[in-house]
């Protein structure tokens, strides 16, 4: 069955730093891997897309790589800020079904 | 700002109580989609529409779930009878494509608790 996995553990970066969040999946071939972030009480907010055949993704201070090879998506926030810290989500789609990781805890440390 | 809507955003119950969630989703968006989400399992797809149609309700467990569009307007997720391991945030999300293409809008949930 499809599986999703991203870092279990949450995620403590220095303030300044650049924070790295990883997505591996297996039995799944999506068309598109999104991003998501959500802050507690809170449903998930968009943050960015890629296609398949797009290697990278950048807007403003995030990057997201797809290595379809790999079965992996990175997400990077540069300069990370305390504001930064959430629960990130990574989705898969393909046709109309979009399913989700269980999310990576980041904490931005002052 | 065009947001999606669901009420109530918490409902505590007794086990055996029927529970109805409803979502309004962003005007024009076409696909709607259902998540639950807890700790242990994260967010998981329940169901889920486009135009109104079910496309995919696989997640759910038949003999008490049920979700519905009865206008563009309104998706209901309807648990009957509920049970404590039905306790979860429920989410509703809108979005304005299809194939995944097109982000997700999702509304603040359903915190429900079957005691």
């Known amino acids: 069955s499809q599986k999703i996995e991203q870092n279990s553990e949450a995620l403590n970066i220095q303030e300044g730093k650049t924070a790295t969040l990883t997505c591996n999946y297996t039995n799944y071939s999506p068309a598109y891997l999104q991003w998501y972030r959500q802050d507690p009480g809170r449903g998930p907010v968009f943050l960015l897309l890629?296609?398949?055949?797009?290697k990278e993704k950048r807007k403003e201070r995030l990057k997201v790589t797809f290595d379809t090879t790999l079965k992996q998506s990175l997400f990077h926030i540069t300069a990370s800020q305390p504001a930064d810290s959430a629960t990130y989500l990574c989705?898969?789609?393909?046709?109309?079904?979009?399913?989700f990781g269980k999310g990576t805890r980041l904490h931005i440390l002052p | 700002d065009a947001r999606v809507t669901q009420t109530p955003r918490h409902k505590v119950t007794e086990m055996g109580q029927e529970v109805t969630m409803r979502c309004q989703p962003i005007?024009?968006?076409?696909?709607v989609f259902w998540y639950r989400q807890t700790m242990m399992q994260g967010l998981e797809l329940l169901a889920y529409f486009r135009n109104r149609a079910p496309l995919d309700d696989s997640g759910m467990p038949k003999d008490r779930f049920s979700a519905e569009m009865p206008d563009a307007t309104l998706a209901t997720l309807k648990i009957q009878p509920s049970e404590p391991r039905d306790s979860a945030v429920y989410f509703c999300?809108?979005?304005?494509?299809?194939?995944?293409?097109?982000?997700?809008?999702f509304g603040n949930g359903t915190r429900l608790t079957v005691t």
């Open positions: 005007l024009g968006h076409n696909t």
């Open positions: 890629i296609r398949e055949n797009e």
């Open positions: 999300a809108s979005g304005p494509g299809t194939g995944g293409k097109s982000p997700l809008h």
């Open positions: 989705a898969l789609a393909r046709d109309d079904k979009i399913i």
